[in-house]
């Protein structure tokens, strides 16, 4: 077993707001080994950038964060003081964020917003400093580091803003980098460069990585593992193998049939009709029960249980208790099941 | 940048070309002039000698041409009204106490202005960040006037901390007689300080919740300096852009202030001017005035252009 270097149990995130009370994060338990990267997948709102935030002590003080455990190498972060906090952050776990633009301090130099991460942790001076940060922006394919350090992020392309927040997050080699959907905001050819950029670096500096997405099919590029998450819980966790070719829950079905696929390519796009909950009130029962149209009565009433499927694959769904009728998941899926069973004994052999 | 400066030098020249037209118009629409008070009771023939010397006799677009003309060469003539006064006489004698008051003003009003501004956008809605909401919005709706009578008839009259009227003069036209100074001071600083607290809390707060401020935490940047290098240098561009107009207004614009305070400056004397339709000196005070806001307008745009790096009013490469 891989060494954890993340470990999130029983995580619940509550922002007390003027409206009332938004349950954000009910009960997330996650868990990051060395050197590997887990995707968190679901739809805007179901809690993976908070789950992160909380991770990185990073929310309003609007939010009440409890949990079980969190933490990072060992370390509980949840007692842990803002300057030891301060010291984690940006030199062991860092973060990219979605929108590169928006990301960087609009009147600060390039350069220099790379070097405050050097200056707050390594105190480097001058050439030193220069020197580091002419290297990290030349290790994401950013030439003429000199002349960009010294330009303001307005100056640059989407595609150069992306890289220079990617060079910034790993300019002090962090161990853990989260990335909240860092190619949403971009095209699709440089979402391409940017996901292949990320994985070279993960080879290069050793780097386990928490890649937060709502879109599948970039996870399929990237992922070991995979979390699938909604309103707030995760619902199905796996190996990215266990979770593309042997889903069990009826809405990671749903997201893999709303992932464009040539093979289908006459068909309609599938898409979930209906919207997440509003977490303004704790859900009763099954959170996805209004839009599953694999719900049972007992959805209704009562929160499925964790099943245990693998060493590594899990599921919170009715549909997998003994008691629950047979069902028969969309072809689609069926497919992808049979492929699986194709590839498991061909393991054997 | 030269370029620059020559387009702002005519825009200027139209700007008082028109602003000067319409005072003269306006005076000379409004009954009465500089010598109706001291000649009404003249003999119509030592009146109408009187009215002869003055040139005010002369047809309204006559007496236009002479003013516009003698203003091009930079002679804005001898009061009617105050004789002997003229307009170098004006910029020596009472511009300084202007300029001290307005200077003393702003030096006091924004630095306090801008510490409750940041107090309130750190400490949101908490008490704090309430008090200053409140002080800052009651400050901005009440006219500087009637802070100075008020302060006039407290610490002035009730508690007799301060003299009420008069401004230091001679040897201390620029420096002591502070005891003088300071109700007018106070009087026109607090609205500085309500209405900078209240602009650095509402850009700080723009600020606070953007995802550059985020990204610098992450990146594991210690809260003050997140606030010292992120959140303070970019809630300070609409703060010193909007210095110069302030300074400008803080040393054109105590009329009442000085009026109230019996100060002899800019403001006092361009009133005194206006009542007496004395054309020479409100045409040159209008110059002047003019010509210091349209100053500070073009310092506006060069400061915008040195702290907000996104912003090039004009092609760098011309400077």
Same mark, same amino acid.
């Given at each position: 077993?891989?060494?954890?270097?993340?470990?999130?149990?029983?995580?619940?995130?509550?922002?007390?707001?003027?409206?009332?009370?938004?349950?954000?994060?009910?009960?997330?338990?996650?868990?990051?080994?060395?050197?590997?990267?887990?995707?968190?997948?679901?739809?805007?709102?179901?809690?993976?950038?908070?789950?992160?935030?909380?991770?990185?002590?990073?929310?309003?003080?609007?939010?009440?964060?409890?949990?079980?455990?969190?933490?990072?190498?060992?370390?509980?972060?949840?007692?842990?003081?803002?300057?030891?906090?301060?010291?984690?952050?940006?030199?062991?776990?860092?973060?990219?964020?979605?929108?590169?633009?928006?990301?960087?301090?609009?009147?600060?130099?390039?350069?220099?917003?790379?070097?405050?991460?050097?200056?707050?942790?390594?105190?480097?001076?001058?050439?030193?400093?220069?020197?580091?940060?002419?290297?990290?922006?030349?290790?994401?394919?950013?030439?003429?580091?000199?002349?960009?350090?010294?330009?303001?992020?307005?100056?640059?392309?989407?595609?150069?803003?992306?890289?220079?927040?990617?060079?910034?997050?790993?300019?002090?080699?962090?161990?853990?980098?989260?990335?909240?959907?860092?190619?949403?905001?971009?095209?699709?050819?440089?979402?391409?460069?940017?996901?292949?950029?990320?994985?070279?670096?993960?080879?290069?500096?050793?780097?386990?990585?928490?890649?937060?997405?709502?879109?599948?099919?970039?996870?399929?590029?990237?992922?070991?593992?995979?979390?699938?998450?909604?309103?707030?819980?995760?619902?199905?966790?796996?190996?990215?193998?266990?979770?593309?070719?042997?889903?069990?829950?009826?809405?990671?079905?749903?997201?893999?049939?709303?992932?464009?696929?040539?093979?289908?390519?006459?068909?309609?796009?599938?898409?979930?009709?209906?919207?997440?909950?509003?977490?303004?009130?704790?859900?009763?029962?099954?959170?996805?029960?209004?839009?599953?149209?694999?719900?049972?009565?007992?959805?209704?009433?009562?929160?499925?249980?964790?099943?245990?499927?693998?060493?590594?694959?899990?599921?919170?769904?009715?549909?997998?208790?003994?008691?629950?009728?047979?069902?028969?998941?969309?072809?689609?899926?069926?497919?992808?099941?049979?492929?699986?069973?194709?590839?498991?004994?061909?393991?054997?052999? | 940048?030269?370029?620059?400066?020559?387009?702002?030098?005519?825009?200027?020249?139209?700007?008082?070309?028109?602003?000067?037209?319409?005072?003269?118009?306006?005076?000379?629409?409004?009954?009465?002039?500089?010598?109706?008070?001291?000649?009404?009771?003249?003999?119509?023939?030592?009146?109408?000698?009187?009215?002869?010397?003055?040139?005010?006799?002369?047809?309204?677009?006559?007496?236009?041409?002479?003013?516009?003309?003698?203003?091009?060469?930079?002679?804005?003539?001898?009061?009617?009204?105050?004789?002997?006064?003229?307009?170098?006489?004006?910029?020596?004698?009472?511009?300084?106490? !202007? $300029?001290? /008051? +307005? %200077?003393?003003?702003?030096?006091?009003?924004?630095?306090?202005?801008?510490? #409750?501004? *940041? @107090?309130?956008?750190?400490?949101?809605?908490?008490?704090?960040?309430?008090?200053?909401?409140?002080?800052?919005?009651?400050?901005?709706?009440?006219? !500087? $006037?009637? /802070? +100075? %009578?008020?302060?006039?008839?407290?610490?002035?009259?009730?508690?007799?901390? #301060?003299? *009420? @009227?008069?401004?230091?003069?001679?040897?201390?036209?620029?420096?002591?007689?502070?005891?003088?100074?300071?109700?007018?001071?106070?009087?026109?600083?607090?609205?500085?300080?309500?209405?900078?607290?209240?602009?650095?809390?509402?850009?700080?707060?723009?600020?606070?919740?953007?995802?550059?401020?985020?990204?610098?935490?992450?990146?594991?940047?210690?809260?003050?300096?997140?606030?010292?290098?992120?959140?303070?240098?970019?809630?300070?561009?609409?703060?010193?852009?909007?210095?110069?107009?302030?300074?400008?207004?803080?040393?054109?614009?105590?009329?009442?202030?000085?009026?109230?305070?019996?100060?002899?400056?800019?403001?006092?004397?361009?009133?005194?001017?206006?009542?007496?339709?004395?054309?020479?000196?409100?045409?040159?005070?209008?110059?002047?005035?003019?010509?210091?806001?349209?100053?500070?307008?073009?310092?506006?745009?060069?400061?915008?252009?040195?702290?907000?790096?996104?912003?090039?009013?004009?092609?760098?490469?011309?400077?």
């Amino acid at each position: 077993m891989a060494e954890e270097i993340i470990r999130i149990r029983d995580l619940h995130v509550t922002f007390t707001e003027t409206s009332g009370h938004v349950y954000a994060v009910r009960g997330v338990d996650l868990t990051l080994n060395h050197g590997e990267t887990l995707a968190i997948v679901g739809e805007s709102g179901s809690g993976k950038s908070v789950t992160t935030k909380a991770l990185l002590g990073l929310l309003p003080t609007n939010a009440r964060v409890t949990a079980e455990t969190l933490s990072y190498q060992g370390q509980e972060l949840q007692q842990l003081r803002r300057r030891d906090y301060d010291q984690l952050r940006g030199r062991e776990l860092a973060l990219i964020f979605q929108d590169p633009l928006s990301a960087l301090n609009p009147t600060m130099r390039i350069g220099k917003q790379l070097g405050e991460v050097l200056v707050v942790h390594e105190h480097l001076k001058k050439a030193a400093l220069q020197a580091r940060v002419a290297a990290a922006l030349t290790s994401v394919g950013l030439g003429d580091a000199p002349e960009l350090a010294r330009k303001y992020p307005h100056e640059l392309s989407g595609g150069q803003r992306q890289r220079v927040v990617i060079a910034m997050a790993l300019i002090a080699h962090p161990q853990v980098l989260v990335a909240d959907e860092p190619t949403t905001a971009l095209d699709v050819t440089l979402q391409a460069q940017v996901l292949a950029l990320i994985k070279a670096q993960k080879t290069q500096q050793d780097l386990s990585i928490l890649f937060i997405t709502h879109d599948l099919g970039v996870v399929a590029n990237i992922a070991d593992r995979v979390a699938i998450m909604y309103a707030g819980q995760i619902v199905e966790c796996g190996t990215a193998e266990e979770i593309f070719y042997h889903p069990q829950h009826p809405y990671t079905w749903a997201l893999l049939e709303a992932v464009p696929d040539d093979s289908r390519a006459d068909e309609t796009l599938f898409s979930l009709p209906g919207t997440p909950p509003d977490l303004h009130q704790e859900p009763v029962g099954d959170a996805f029960a209004p839009r599953n149209p694999y719900a049972l009565g007992i959805d209704f009433r009562e929160a499925p249980p964790r099943t245990q499927l693998t060493a590594t694959h899990w599921v919170r769904s009715w549909l997998l208790d003994p008691q629950a009728p047979a069902y028969e998941p969309p072809a689609a899926i069926q497919a992808r099941w049979h492929e699986y069973a194709k590839m498991k004994e061909a393991a054997h052999d | 940048m030269v370029k620059v400066i020559v387009r702002r030098l005519v825009e200027l020249a139209v700007a008082l070309f028109l602003i000067t037209s319409a005072t003269f118009f306006l005076l000379a629409a409004i009954p009465g002039d500089a010598l109706s008070a001291q000649t009404d009771n003249l003999p119509e023939a030592a009146r109408q000698r009187v009215y002869a010397q003055s040139g005010l006799n002369k047809p309204v677009l006559e007496r236009y041409a002479t003013t516009m003309t003698s203003m091009l060469h930079g002679n804005f003539g001898e009061s009617i009204a105050d004789p002997g006064m003229t307009m170098s006489k004006v910029v020596h004698e009472k511009l300084p106490v !202007s $300029l001290r /008051l +307005g %200077l003393q003003q702003v030096l006091l009003g924004i630095p306090l202005g801008l510490f #409750f501004g *940041i @107090l309130a956008a750190i400490y949101k809605n908490t008490w704090i960040d309430h008090t200053v909401t409140v002080l800052s919005l009651l400050l901005m709706s009440v006219p !500087s $006037l009637v /802070l +100075g %009578l008020l302060l006039q008839s407290y610490f002035g009259g009730k508690l007799g901390w #301060f003299p *009420i @009227l008069g401004w230091p003069e001679g040897s201390q036209l620029w420096f002591g007689g502070w005891a003088l100074t300071i109700l007018p001071t106070v009087a026109g600083a607090l609205t500085h300080v309500a209405t900078y607290a209240r602009l650095l809390k509402n850009s700080m707060l723009d600020i606070l919740g953007s995802d550059y401020v985020q990204t610098a935490r992450a990146k594991g940047v210690p809260e003050y300096r997140v606030v010292t290098h992120h959140i303070v240098r970019n809630a300070a561009i609409p703060v010193i852009t909007r210095l110069p107009m302030t300074v400008a207004f803080s040393i054109t614009g105590s009329v009442f202030i000085e009026s109230i305070f019996v100060i002899p400056g800019i403001g006092q004397y361009f009133v005194q001017a206006l009542n007496n339709r004395d054309v020479p000196i409100v045409m040159g005070e209008t110059v002047m005035l003019a010509a210091l806001y349209i100053g500070s307008l073009f310092l506006t745009d060069l400061l915008y252009m040195a702290v907000d790096p996104r912003i090039k009013l004009y092609d760098r490469k011309e400077g």
